[in-house]
Nanobody, 128 residues
Framework: QVQLDESGGGLVQAGGSLRLSCAAS????????MAWFRQAPGKEREFVTT????????YYTDSVKGRFTISRDNAQNTVYLRMNSLKPEDTAVYYC?????????????????????WGQGTQVTVSS
């Protein structure tokens, strides 16, 4: 069983930065992939970024490349999302997710169904 607890969301002006954290409980954090998704009002939940179990491989959706950075600290059982140059269209509830079956799934990491544990979400609001 894995529990995920996000924090760090808030209200920020366009062009600003935020860092989200996701703390995981349970064993074997260093053995599975982690990801961030987001869901804006009235829209489906969408993939943002993922990181492999050891942190050596990362993937991003095109709209955040060069602005967002995912990282993890396996000693602290925590994954981070650094968000720079935020835009109003980044406004959403951000969720962290764990794929406990994979160190990284190169083919399926964008799919919601690849992940078996989810956090409760943290709101990010970017004002123009």
């Amino acid at each position: 069983q894995v529990q995920l607890d996000e924090s760090g969301g808030g209200l920020v002006q366009a062009g600003g930065s935020l860092r989200l954290s996701c703390a995981a409980s349970g064993r074997d954090f260093s053995r599975y992939a982690m990801a961030w998704f987001r869901q804006a009002p009235g829209k489906e939940r969408e993939f943002v970024t993922t990181i492999s179990c050891g942190g050596g491989r990362t993937y991003y959706t095109d709209s955040v490349k060069g602005r967002f950075t995912i990282s993890r600290d396996n000693a602290q059982n925590t994954v981070y999302l650094r968000m720079n140059s935020l835009k109003p269209e980044d406004t959403a509830v951000y969720y962290c997710a764990a794929d406990t079956a994979s160190c990284i799934n190169s083919g399926g990491y964008r799919s919601l169904y690849q992940y078996d544990y989810w956090g409760q979400g943290t709101q990010v609001t970017v004002s123009s």
